[in-house]
């Protein structure tokens, strides 16, 4: 299985910016689509954004306009651009990717937190 690693969260003011990395342990092209979630403390885990094998990205109505996610699959790495961050923001960031070999979920690691101060 194609195992997956969040890295690059920290600490960031209102208004700035921050680039998270999903590595892949194996090549990236073996998963169909890559999303990245979060979770605020008291609250349940949400999608944040997706990329499918095709190139086509979505995006939480949240996010919108403020976050890239973009999918190199020579660096086996997908990206997680966000901009103009506001408090709403933090939280633990996870990615996850669907097998295109068997169309499975793999399970979640353990993200990489982001905060944003007020």
């Known amino acids: 299985q194609v195992q997956l690693v969040e890295s690059g969260g920290g600490l960031v003011q209102t208004g700035g910016s921050l680039k998270l990395s999903c590595a892949a342990s194996?090549?990236?092209?073996?998963?169909?689509?890559v999303g990245w979630f979060r979770q605020a403390p008291g609250k349940q885990r949400e999608w944040v954004a997706s990329?499918?094998?095709?190139?086509?990205?979505y995006y939480a109505d949240s996010v919108k306009g403020r976050f890239t996610i973009s999918r190199d699959n020579a660096k086996n790495t997908v990206y997680l651009l966000m901009n103009s961050l506001e408090p709403e923001d933090t939280g633990v960031y996870y990615c996850?990717?669907?097998?295109?070999?068997?169309?499975?979920?793999?399970?979640w690691g353990q993200g990489t937190q982001v905060t944003v101060s007020s």
């Open positions: 194996g090549r990236i092209f073996s998963l169909n689509t």
């Open positions: 990329v499918i094998d095709t190139g086509n990205t």
């Open positions: 996850r990717g669907r097998s295109t070999w068997n169309g499975t979920w793999g399970s």
